[in-house]
């Protein structure tokens, strides 16, 4: 089984940057497929992004074009950069993982592992 471990997060002005860490360790981290969700106060859990072991990509589609994911298999780490965000970014944000080469999936009960998740505030 693997453990993940974000970091990276903080508040932001509206308009502004952050990257998001996920450290993995206690297995191949490679044989997983990685993803980022995030929830809301009051909100259901919802998929972000999600990275297989190939490094192939998905995102929702109201981060398409400001959030990166992507993955160093040297360090064990997967990150998400965000950009342009917006007080409705604001959230905790975790990363989770399942043993396969290439999931496409952001449904959250298909994750085995999960982190404890960060909080991301974005302020107007």
């Known amino acids: 089984q693997v453990q993940l471990v974000e970091s990276g997060g903080g508040s932001v002005q509206a308009g502004g940057s952050l990257r998001l860490s996920c450290a993995a360790s206690?297995?191949?981290?490679?044989?997983?497929?990685i993803a980022w969700f995030r929830q809301a106060p009051g909100e259901e859990r919802e998929g972000v992004a999600v990275?297989?072991?190939?490094?192939?990509?998905t995102y929702v589609d109201f981060v398409k074009g400001r959030f990166t994911v992507s993955r160093d298999h040297a360090a064990n780490t997967l990150y998400l950069e965000m950009t342009s965000l917006s007080p409705e970014d604001t959230a905790t944000y975790s990363c989770?993982?399942?043993?396969?080469?290439?999931?496409?999936?952001?449904?959250?009960?298909?994750?085995?592992?999960w982190g404890q998740g960060i909080q991301v505030t974005v302020s107007s």
């Open positions: 989770a993982a399942r043993r396969h080469c290439c999931a496409a999936s952001l449904w959250s009960p298909y994750f085995n592992y």
């Open positions: 206690g297995d191949t981290y490679s044989s997983y497929s």
């Open positions: 990275i297989d072991t190939r490094r192939r990509t």
